[in-house]
């Protein structure tokens, strides 16, 4: 993407509603939808707002407004930005980038499966209502054709019609992963589509891409309130709402319940990735990013609070159609979007309307093989999230809070919007966000469980080893770049440290500071 101008200069917003736009695209997604909903009921309904709000405060608003505030300050990309800011830690920027090019991996993946959806929701019959098909077992029930009071005492040997396409007519699902089998061009054509998609929106730079962003930001809003209400108005939906919400006070007992709040904080904000950064570098200087900050963490956390209820409302209704408990409907991840939601809409009347306005939200969220699953799976879980975004958010956190020095952000800040920002943030780059994070870290690796699919399908040591490599090629990079360039650098050890944590003399402050030590010096001779 062409982020210069014909003077040299970094291209900027062409108006502060495309910059939020673009950042609410970005911060509201997919882990609204699918992810935060799910854990909330799993870890306590009510009782998870408690970690999750703290690991909010603690983490996800400080490092937003951090990597937001550095980006706009340096007005430089997501390695330049700590080169400039704090040579030593340019690793960090590094580590970032691999953690945004395998969750760009992620994400393309998922709109390749969301877009096929989308194409045969078009279908005069929905292909995952009915047991008829092709790819169907005998194993195959049909929840439409059901007993609204049958009670499905058989669920251990039958699967839904939804799930049956959802595993052997999407996936093809193999044996496992070193089972890699051909590939379906049907999901590669869909894949190159989203790809191109994806390359014609941003080819043009962000003044183009600006524009993207008033359809494909404010539409899934819209579609969200559409099926919010829908859902709300289903019998059986209250069910699923206070099965969402219902607190469980003993959950917070258990450290995973923690550990599942604070990734959550992780994902849905888009810190430790750099992705805030760019998109802050393309502000204008004066731009007020400390409240932009704060207002777009508020909307994502009450998007994915208000999520909640347009999918347990649908569960509640699934349930009840079933005749079983919401927890045996509920899903999370790929298997409550492309299962749970898919088996609801062909319950309901014109269920074409509502898989099209579904679909297409998650497609805007977002903007294979037979084994492509399982691999999906790795790259998500070791290459993407959990160890190596809280690693890199540690050292982060330092990085600016001890060396930057956190009172030098601050006074960024201020040069930048006329306001300097509360205590608590210099607390929390400084003490708290770097405590959690490491504490958090060393929880993960401590309760570390190996991934499985569906919960029964153990991967091979060599798949393991490939995911921990995933992993440690961003954890790695931090301390591994930071001591290369100590070697590479010249003098003592001491003059090396000295010169890799002086920021860049051609920052704003550092320019003005070195500006007026010059004048001291003249008006002393």
Known sequence: MNVETQEGKREQWSSKTEFLLTVCGNV??????????????????????????????????????????????????????????????????????????????????????????????????????????????????????????????????????????????????SGGIDEVGSVRWELMLCLLACWAVCYFCIWKGIRYSGKVVYFTATFPYLMLLVLLVRGLTLPGAWEGVQFYLYPDPVRLADPQVWMEAGTQVFFSYCVGRGSQTVLGSFNKYNNNCYMDSFWLCLLNGCTSFVAGFAVFSVLGFMAQKQGVSVAMVAESGPGLAFIAFPQAAAMMPFPQLWTVCFFFMLLLLGIDTQGGIFVFQLIDYYGCSGACVLFVAVFESLAVGWIFGADHMEDAIKDMTAQRPCVLFRLCWRYFTPLVSLSSFILHMVDYKPLKFN?????????????????????????????????????????????????????????????QNTEMETFKI
């Open 28 to 173: 509201v997604g997919l882990g609204n939808v699918w992810r935060f909903p799910y854990l909330c009921y799993k870890n306590g309904g009510g009782a998870f707002l408690v970690p999750y709000l703290l690991y909010v405060g603690l983490c996800g608003l400080p490092l937003f407004l951090l990597e937001t505030s550095i980006g706009q300050y340096t007005q430089q990309g997501i390695v330049t930005c700590w080169r400039s800011l704090c040579p030593l830690a340019e690793g960090v920027g590094r580590a970032e980038l691999l953690i945004l090019i395998y969750d760009s991996i992620i994400y393309l993946v998922i709109l390749a499966w969301t877009l096929f959806y989308l194409v045969f929701s078009f279908s005069s019959q929905l292909p995952w209502a009915s047991c008829g098909n092709t790819w169907n077992t005998d194993q195959c029930v049909d929840f439409t054709s059901l007993n609204h009071t049958a009670n499905w005492t058989s669920k251990i040997t039958t699967t839904s019609a939804a799930t049956e396409f959802w595993e052997r007519r999407v996936l093809a699902i």
């Open 455 to 515: 919960r029964w399908y153990m991967y091979p040591d060599w798949a393991y080893a490939l995911g921990w490599a995933m992993a440690l090629s961003s954890i790695l990079l931090v301390p591994l770049w930071g001591i290369g360039k100590i070697c590479v650098g010249t003098g003592s050890l001491r003059q090396r440290l000295a010169v890799l944590c002086h920021p860049d003399d051609e920052l704003p402050l550092t320019r003005q500071g070195n500006r």
